[in-house]
């Protein structure tokens, strides 16, 4: 049983750029959510979705998107990047209100 | 104040010794509460979860709640050297978000 899987493992890009994350949910799993991990910190939440809409967000601006997918795997959309978006960016599935398992992350270097 | 508070670290056991992790919260609708651990490099693993006052035992792991005074702990106890690794706190509120501390850094010395 494949856990938690997120594509691609690293990816740089410039500033101003715009960046599409991918994350497939354990099977089983309906609820999608990602997090941002900056070095040293603890992962921040950025949002949660489940039946293919956003059901809660964290304190991100809106150049944080995300899409949830009929088969429940989701994309982390950034635009207009900046350097302080360099950071690890998790993907952690679950049933609905229950316990989350994350992925490997995608460790993303804005230059 | 932030909405999870762990020591930074780094804390430093034998092996074999009881390490002990502590966490406060300051949300008192908090409902749910779990332990990662984070390995250099790689992502959080859960390794505990706690949704009542008391202890919850799972191997070397015991995890406990406080309610009341808005604390979590976690013990680990025969240390092992492959314990070594940031420990993170996490609580969820009803809104299904989940809030991470900073983490602790424990480092187990053979």
């Known amino acids: 049983d494949a856990g938690v899987t997120q594509s691609p493992t690293h990816l740089i890009k410039t500033r101003g750029q715009q960046v599409t994350l991918r994350c497939s949910p354990k099977?089983?799993?309906?609820?999608v959510s990602w997090y941002q991990q900056a070095l040293g910190q603890g992962p921040q939440f950025i949002f949660q979705?489940?039946?293919?809409?956003?059901?809660q967000r964290g304190n991100f601006p809106d150049r944080f998107s995300g899409h949830q997918f009929p088969n429940y795997s989701s994309e982390l959309n950034v635009n207009a990047l900046l350097l302080g978006d360099s950071a690890l960016y998790l993907c952690?599935?679950?049933?609905?209100?229950?316990?989350?398992?994350f992925g490997p992350g995608t460790r993303l270097t804005v230059t | 104040q932030k909405e999870v508070e762990q020591n930074s670290g780094p804390l430093s056991v034998p092996e074999g010794a009881i390490a002990s992790l502590n966490c406060t919260y300051s949300?008192?609708?908090?409902?749910?509460f779990f332990w990662y651990r984070q390995y250099s490099g790689k992502s959080p693993e859960l390794i505990m979860s706690?949704?009542?006052?008391g202890d919850k035992e799972d191997g070397r792991f015991t995890a406990q709640l406080n309610k009341a005074s808005q604390y979590v702990s976690l013990l680990i106890r025969d240390s092992q050297p492959s314990d070594s690794a940031t420990y993170l706190c996490?609580?969820?509120?009803?809104?299904?978000?989940?809030?991470f501390g900073a983490g602790t850094r424990l480092t187990v010395k053979p």
């Open positions: 952690a599935s679950s049933p609905i209100g229950h316990e989350q398992y």
């Open positions: 099977s089983g799993h309906d609820t």
């Open positions: 979705y489940y039946e293919e809409e956003e059901r």
């Open positions: 949300d008192r609708v908090s409902q749910s």
């Open positions: 706690i949704y009542s006052n």
């Open positions: 996490a609580v969820k509120g009803n809104n299904n978000d989940m809030r």
